[in-house]
């Protein structure tokens, strides 16, 4: 049986998800799993039994990833699950940032009278807009969000510019060869008309639009931020918004120093508010979270590798260590001195972190308990779990935890 405890509106179909014979849901403070959204976990206490959580998104930064990490705590989000939620609300206030649409509508609500019909056209010239169609587009951050972005501001006739180091492979192949990659931000800064930000927020890209970068944006443009407000240096958006450097800020984070300033935007937090995307969410999350309180295995982690090893022994290892030498050495040393044979084992790092999953044929519960126990001593190991499966449906195989 594990407990799981969810923060956050979390859509039905993924908490539905957790069968009532092996989970139970909100019924302790000491749960195996955690299920949110943006709940903020900064600053709490973890609980103790806390093997896995499951962000119901993309963005992780609400959650402590080195405690979480030196703890073996596997973190995991929803790649992809909200990209195309959030891509056609940029695409909307893009359209927003051209046409002032609301002003119009907003003015209409006031027409009165028999003349109204005459009004609108004498006065219509007030709501002319501009065209995206030849503009120029800086996308910076090609990951889920911005490829679809960057994809279909393509098709809308707008010149599109990507600017991401670190693109993964996988990403490239889903962006459209007419998208033009840049080699710098300050490419994208001085020379776009619209600029959409898509990136993690991690103490690395705090503030990377700071006040030097907003100085270099062409006059007039417009900025996009739907990723998250620390991005972005609010003091210098509102100077520049002032000043009329800056266009429009147009942005998905709520902050007091914008509201009430002419040119910024701002809505409350609805990138990923569809219906669609809070299913997809919810069910991705449930499901990785299962698989791997099931299993072991790891899939859509952000702080420890992808780990999957079909589960067909009785007995399965699932180690969590520091990513330093000789520990996988180590522990089939442990093993062996116990006269027991791996039937698989399994090792990855990413980063400074490794996971190892080991199984084993049956053996009895206190030489398991041994085994556990001197793993556990060994330098650099975070987390150790022993797993059973409990049954095997499709060849997907069902774990409970041990204590051992
Ligand atoms: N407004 C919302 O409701 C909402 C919804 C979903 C996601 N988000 C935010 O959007 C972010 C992006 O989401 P995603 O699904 O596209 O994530 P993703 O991981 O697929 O893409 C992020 C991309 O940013 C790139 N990147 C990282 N550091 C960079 C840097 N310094 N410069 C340029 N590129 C950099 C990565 O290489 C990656 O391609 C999330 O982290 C989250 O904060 C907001
Ligand atoms: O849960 C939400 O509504 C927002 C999710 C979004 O911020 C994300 O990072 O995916």
């Given at each position: 049986m594990f407990n799981i405890n969810s923060y956050n509106e979390i859509a039905a179909e993924g908490l539905e998800l957790f069968e009532k014979e092996q989970y139970a849901l909100d019924v302790t403070d000491d749960p195996d799993g955690i299920l949110l959204r943006s709940a903020d976990l900064h600053g709490t206490v973890l609980p103790l039994q806390l093997k896995g959580i499951a962000r119901a998104?993309?963005?992780?930064?609400?959650?402590p990833l080195k405690e979480c990490s030196e703890r073996g705590i596997v973190v995991f989000n929803t790649p992809g699950a909200n990209a195309n939620a959030v891509k056609e609300l940029v695409l909307a206030s893009l359209l927003l940032a051209a046409r002032p649409i609301l002003e119009g509508a907003m003015w209409a609500k006031t027409l009165k009278g028999p003349d109204a019909v005459q009004k609108a056209e004498a006065e219509k010239k007030r709501f002319v807009g501009s065209e995206l169609a030849g503009k120029r587009l800086g996308v910076i951050g090609l990951g889920s969000i911005g490829a679809m972005v960057a994809n279909d501001a393509y098709r809308l006739g707008m010149e599109v510019r990507g600017y991401d180091p670190y693109l993964s492979v996988d990403t490239a192949w889903k962006i459209s060869r007419h998208v033009i990659r840049v080699e710098s931000i300050e490419e994208v800064l001085e020379t776009c008309d619209y600029i959409t930000v898509h990136v993690p927020l991690m103490p690395e890209t705090a503030k990377m639009i700071d006040a030097e970068s907003i100085q270099r944006i062409k006059k007039n443009a417009v900025l996009l931020n739907f990723s998250r407000g620390g991005l972005v240096d609010i003091e210098a958006v509102v100077e520049a918004l002032e000043e009329r450097r800056l266009a429009q800020y147009m942005t998905d984070f709520v902050d007091e120093r914008l509201l009430g300033i002419e040119g910024a935007v701002v809505l409350p937090?609805?990138?990923?508010?569809?219906a669609e995307a809070e299913t997809n969410c919810s069910v991705m999350a449930a499901e990785t979270l299962k698989y791997f309180l099931e299993t072991g295995n790891i899939r859509h982690s952000v702080n420890f590798p992808h780990v999957e090893m079909a589960f067909r022994s009785p007995i399965r290892l699932a180690i969590a260590n520091r990513n330093v030498t000789n520990r996988i050495g180590q522990m089939s040393a442990i093993l062996a001195e116990q006269g027991i044979n791996i039937v698989n084992i399994l090792n990855r790092s990413k980063g400074d972190y490794a996971y190892t999953l080991i199984d084993i044929d049956e053996i009895d519960a206190d030489q398991l308990g041994h085994i556990a126990n001197k793993v556990r001593q060994l330098e650099g190991i975070l987390s150790v779990r022993v797993i059973r499966p409990l049954n095997r449906k499709e060849g997907i195989a069902h774990g409970s935890d041990q204590s051992v």
């Open positions: 998104g993309a963005g992780t930064n609400n959650i937090h609805l990138g990923a508010a569809t």
